[in-house]
């Protein structure tokens, strides 16, 4: 054998490319056979190779099978039951791959062999997870269980060493063992960086409490929508030095003014994400305008009450200028409206102007956007660095946008990085393009064109301006009655047959 495999970080290297063959999910290891047969090769490569192949699992099935065959058994179902608690002689096999785990986490490994929710008890029965588990650092205990009985186990997984913790709250449970075990978070996990709590099903609301001084390193918090923030707990968070994404739900009852007068330059100094689903849009703006951070990057808010265009500019005014992507929809309600006072006008938008970095931004359901294309060429012009527009107005929305097709052009021209448009137009009159068409270079990333109920007459030579200005268009979507929609798809069949035409003469 070579003397460099002797060497740890040439083997690893190695070692990781035996695991990357072949691999189409990055977040699955797949080679697992091929490093099996690595550990076996040689005593050299046996530790590294095992290492890889139990650091991240997907279930802890395979972990269960390495205890003798007396202590389980797989039934009808091809579900693994633990019939009995391990007898003290018989974790030596177990402990030896145990160790090396340091993540169980999604995806969930549904064609293997299933656990059964009564092993989870019978397994720690006589020795605790973080003795099973001493290099854990990530942990999705949904991946180990969904069960309302085995709930209350996380709190056995919580230590120092745990950075990253996911979990989803069942169906059924007491809010005492969801208390206890938020509780327990800051005082267990004192190193947690990553925090994520989902609920794939309604469950009772309950309020999450966080103080200033619990999980100092916290970098990321997505709470599920069936837990009620408080105010106070927002403030305390914003006070925590390293949060960098946040993803909140804020309830009816959250008190704005509890925030008010509160930002100043400690006050989310790191934030970079924020994901906000509120019950009316002055929350969210009572949050935005906590944030000190310059690195503010991604801003994504819903609504439910339809807000009017003093309460959009306020929110559009405090999200800062160092912004790349925004998101901002109204839920649509029963009772929501596209007449007065929810007719917007460029105006509204002017704030945006001023974040020259801006990549995407998406624009769903406020009322009736009622743009032109003065608005949609200086947009182009300050965003020249946009990649993805979709400015959409209620679906019954009657006025018909002044936004011609000059717009697209314009953004062709000025944002040569567009990838994807959402746009109501009036597609019934037809620019004159410049002699030779477009600079082909400016468009050549555009290739989704989502034109919704764009009004249109002439469809061949819509069709021959789309060609040459969005040469690359694969994908033309409609949001329209039948006989508007049958329209644009002559549009795009005509537009086809250009393409076709343009390849074979090789031009």
Excluded at 270 to 280: F, G, H, M, V
Excluded at 405 to 415: E, F, I, K, S
Excluded at 437 to 456: P, W
């Amino acid at each position: 054998m070579h003397r460099s495999l002797l060497i740890d970080e040439i083997l690893s290297h190695i070692i990781q490319f035996v695991a990357a063959d072949g691999q189409r999910d990055l977040k699955r290891l797949e080679n697992t056979s091929g490093l099996a047969r690595l550990a076996r090769t040689c005593r050299c490569f046996m530790e590294c190779a095992l290492d890889t192949l139990w650091r991240t699992q997907h279930s802890l099935s395979p972990l269960i099978m390495c205890l003798p065959r007396g202590t389980w058994d797989i039934h009808s179902g091809n579900i693994l039951y633990l019939t009995r608690p391990p007898a003290e002689s018989e974790w030596a096999r177990f402990d030896m791959y145990s160790r090396r785990v340091k993540s169980f986490s999604y995806p969930k490994q549904t064609k293997m062999i299933r656990l059964h929710e009564d092993a989870l008890p019978l397994l720690f029965a006589e020795r605790p997870p973080q003795s099973l588990f001493p290099s854990l650092s990530s942990l999705d205990f949904s991946i180990l269980s969904c069960s309302s009985s085995n709930f209350t186990l996380i709190r056995d997984f919580l230590s120092p060493k745990l950075t990253n913790l996911a979990f989803t709250l069942p169906r059924k449970m007491c809010l005492q063992g969801i208390c206890g075990v938020l509780e327990d978070l800051p005082r267990k996990a004192t190193r947690l960086e990553n925090l994520t709590i989902s609920s794939f099903f309604p469950v009772t609301p309950f309020e999450l409490n966080i103080s200033s001084h619990g999980l100092p390193d916290l970098r990321r918090l997505v709470v599920s929508s069936s837990i009620r923030i408080s105010a106070q707990s927002v403030l305390n968070i914003a006070s925590l030095r390293h949060v960098q994404e946040l993803s909140l739900n804020l309830h009816p009852n959250f008190d704005v003014d509890v925030l008010r007068d509160r930002a100043n330059n400690s006050t989310f100094p790191a934030l970079q994400r924020l994901s906000l689903t509120a019950y009316d849009l002055p929350q969210c703006t009572s949050i935005v305008s906590l944030i000190s951070s310059p690195q503010l990057e991604d801003v994504s808010v819903s609504y439910d009450v339809q807000a009017q265009s003093s309460v959009i500019t306020s929110f559009l005014s405090v999200i800062g200028t160092s912004i790349r992507s925004i998101s901002l929809r109204h839920n649509m309600r029963t009772n929501t409206i596209a007449d007065t006072p929810f007719v917007f006008y460029p105006s509204i938008f002017a704030p945006l102007f001023a974040c020259r970095n801006l990549r995407t931004i998406q624009v769903y359901n406020l009322g009736t956007l009622n743009l032109d294309d003065e608005f949609i060429i200086a947009a182009a012009k300050a965003w020249n660095k946009l990649e993805d527009i979709r400015l959409c107005s209620l679906p019954w929305s009657y006025i018909i946008p002044s936004v011609s097709l000059n717009a697209l052009t314009a953004l062709t021209q000025y944002c040569p990085q567009l990838t994807r448009v959402h746009l109501s137009l009036d597609a019934r009159e037809i620019p004159e393009l410049p002699i030779g068409g477009l600079s082909m270079v400016s468009a050549q990333f555009l290739e989704v064109l989502n034109i919704r109920d764009s009004v249109i007459e002439h469809t061949e030579l819509v069709a021959q301006f789309l060609r040459a200005t969005i040469p690359n268009m694969k994908t033309l979507y409609v949001e329209a009655h039948p006989e508007l929609r049958d329209k644009w798809m002559e549009v795009k069949a005509y537009y086809d047959r250009l393409s076709v035409v343009h390849m074979q003469n090789g031009s």
